[in-house]
């Protein structure tokens, strides 16, 4: 499971609209297919969701979800995504992006540890990887890791490090590491 803050903004629906779908070629998927395959995973394998199934309005996918700030709401996405991941049953889940750690954080106490999260350099280390996460409300467990956005990878998958990698070769040794966790 690909876990994503949300689905983009309205200007980018658009967009997919007029050209009959997204660009496999767009940012985030060219760097997500990169990352991936690295680590013998491929999309076809890959349940991809959003923490926040709604768009953005304005020309901005950047930053934390309008609804973040709204305690029922946060609730009514918890419960869906709680559903996917029952639905579903990914061995591995992999949270893209600053603002998804803490959100998954609540559906876990095995992930109590990424609650306060508030730069994703702070999940470095051990702290990046969690082999065994169950999920509350599902008879559930996952591998989870928490990777930078692939949008962004360029400019913030620098800071990360993990077992003595930094950067991008951090993101891809906390992905392999959490795949075989997972029995990949």
Known sequence: MLLGNN???EGELDRWYRRKGE?????????????LDGCGISL??????????????GPSNL????GADDMQF????REFLTEQIRVVRSVLIVTLGLYVPPFLSALSPDLSGWRN??????????????RRAAFEGTAHVAAVVALTHPSYRQRNA???????????????RMLKDAANAAGF
């Open 23 to 35: 660009s496999p070629d767009c940012p985030y998927w060219r760097n997500l297919r990169c990352v």
């Open 158 to 172: 620098r800071y990360r490090q993990y077992h003595g990698f930094t950067g991008d070769d951090a993101e891809r």
């Open 44 to 57: 076809e394998q890959c349940f991809a969701t959003n923490a926040y199934p709604g768009l953005l309005t």
């Open 7 to 9: 689905y983009g903004n």
């Open 63 to 66: 930053g934390c979800f309008p």
């Open 117 to 130: 999260v508030s730069k994703l350099k702070h999940l470095n280390g051990d702290n990046a990887l969690v």
């Open 74 to 77: 946060q609730a009514v996405c």
